[in-house]
């Protein structure tokens, strides 16, 4: 027992299918056309697999894996944009595969979310109130628009968020305001 492995984490990531299916191949024999002239629809699908790379470690004094300046149209609509590599890196990476799957499908994911921007006066934003979604780009966003309207944002204003395994939430700060 003197060396001992680390535990492998499981990660979601994409699988593409770049070949035809073998009902696609049967049609083409039916139909009579050849395979290769036949136009294959690349096709993906979300999978959980182990992962060689541990996770990125949240660092206490500094958890913020995602910054992100707040812009006017975000402050109108009440969400804030979440590119796609940090939201599979920081995000999803930490959920489920039948939750990541219900992202992915374009529904709408509801997680609860602490505002720590006061330090020891936490708000608690509850999961009907805070959703997650995809958008047409494959990046996504986040609503939470009680947030938006309690914190007054201003364009420009820098956030912070990050997502908490301990205890299944995402944790938002406002890291600075402009103007201040």
Same mark, same amino acid.
């Given at each position: 027992?003197?060396?001992?492995r680390?535990?492998?984490?499981?990660?979601?990531?994409f699988?593409?299918?770049?070949?035809?299916?073998?009902?696609?191949?049967?049609?083409?024999?039916?139909n009579?056309?050849?395979? +290769?002239?036949t136009?294959?629809?690349?096709?993906?699908?979300? +999978?959980?697999?182990?992962?060689?790379y541990?996770?990125?470690?949240?660092?206490?004094?500094?958890?913020?894996?995602?910054?992100?300046?707040?812009?006017h149209?975000?402050?109108?609509?009440?969400?804030?944009?979440?590119?796609?590599?940090?939201?599979?890196?920081?995000?999803?990476?930490?959920?489920?595969?039948d939750?990541?799957?219900t992202l992915e499908n #374009?529904c709408?994911?509801?997680?609860?979310m602490?505002?720590?921007?006061?330090?020891?006066?936490?708000?608690?934003?509850?999961?009907? #109130?805070?959703?997650?979604?995809k958008?047409?780009?494959?990046?996504f966003?986040?609503?939470?628009?009680?947030?938006?309207?309690d914190r007054?944002?201003?364009?420009?204003?820098?956030?912070?968020?990050?997502?908490?395994?301990?205890? #299944?939430?995402? +944790?938002?700060?406002?890291?600075s305001?402009?103007?201040?």
């Amino acid at each position: 027992m003197a060396y001992q492995r680390p535990l492998l984490s499981m990660k979601n990531t994409f699988v593409y299918n770049f070949f035809p299916s073998k009902a696609e191949e049967e049609t083409c024999k039916v139909n009579n056309t050849p395979v +290769v002239t036949t136009p294959h629809v690349v096709t993906r699908e979300l +999978v959980e697999i182990k992962d060689l790379y541990p996770a990125p470690k949240i660092i206490l004094q500094n958890p913020w894996q995602i910054k992100k300046k707040i812009t006017h149209n975000e402050i109108v609509v009440g969400m804030q944009m979440i590119p796609f590599f940090k939201m599979f890196e920081y995000i999803i990476r930490y959920w489920i595969l039948d939750m990541a799957k219900t992202l992915e499908n #374009s529904c709408s994911v509801c997680v609860d979310m602490w505002d720590v921007t006061e330090g020891n006066v936490s708000k608690k934003y509850e999961g009907g #109130s805070v959703w997650l979604r995809k958008v047409y780009s494959d990046d996504f966003s986040l609503w939470c628009i009680k947030l938006f309207k309690d914190r007054g944002f201003s364009d420009g204003d820098e956030i912070g968020l990050y997502w908490d395994p301990r205890f #299944s939430c995402l +944790v938002f700060k406002l890291l600075s305001q402009v103007g201040s």
